[in-house]
């Protein structure tokens, strides 16, 4: 019995002696941010073109879906307001349209009576215009898709120059903090860049999907248009 009331006290006297490990928890935040000046510098500015992909990408796409939308019945109105000499009417329905197909009909409307080569041409002029505004600042987006990642290699390079700077001004005896914070520089950078730049990257293939099928409809728009002038009388 006396046996067993020591292997316990023994026991009880080890498991004292053991150091308490506290389990260490790192939020996301605090893995961005631990890079030192050089990499919260990088990250802001990732943080930075981050919210103007998604701004831009929200406002373009909200600008072309309206630009999308299209009354079914819209070209019909317009071939019988034609067809029945009322090219008032005609240009009334176009600019309650207010949509891109609708200010190239105009455009077509207010050339009736010239040359079909000349209302081609003001047709084209009025779209390429059209497809002007519907690109607007989605160029940023492709720009931010290539320049994110670039950047965050960037913060990669510094890391690696701070890591090996410690190096070899410690001779060989550095201390693992100061290695570790030029590590994370590179390694929290290179992530946060490849995130932005994909982020930009489908926000941008998106949005020319959206606006080549926006560019389409006015292409197919002007077509019925220049057929319906060509239609015997």
Known sequence: MLNFIQQDEVVDAAQAAEPIVEEKTLSLFDLMFSGGLGGQIIIIILFVLLFAAVYIYFERLFAIKAASRVDKNFM????????????????????????????????GI????????????????????????????????????????????????????LAFHELA????????????????????????????????????????????KVVHQMEATAVDFLDLLNEPA
């Open 110 to 161: 207010s050339r009736i009576g010239s040359p079909l080569e000349d209302i081609n041409t003001a047709i084209e002029n009025a779209g390429r215009l059209e497809v002007y505004k519907l690109e607007k600042n989605v160029s940023i987006l492709a720009t931010i898709a290539g320049a994110a990642p670039m950047i965050g290699f960037l913060g990669t390079v510094i890391g690696m120059v």
């Open 76 to 107: 019909h109105q317009i071939k019988d307001s034609v067809q029945g000499g009322n090219i008032e009417s005609a240009k009334i329905r176009c600019a309650q349209s207010d949509s891109p197909v609708a200010r190239l009909t105009e455009k």
């Open 169 to 212: 001004t410690s001779s060989g005896q550095a201390q693992m903090g100061a290695l570790a914070e030029g590590i994370y520089t590179a390694m929290t950078t290179t992530v946060a860049g490849l995130i932005v730049g994909i982020i930009a990257y489908i926000g941008y293939n998106h949005l020319v999907v959206k606006t080549d």
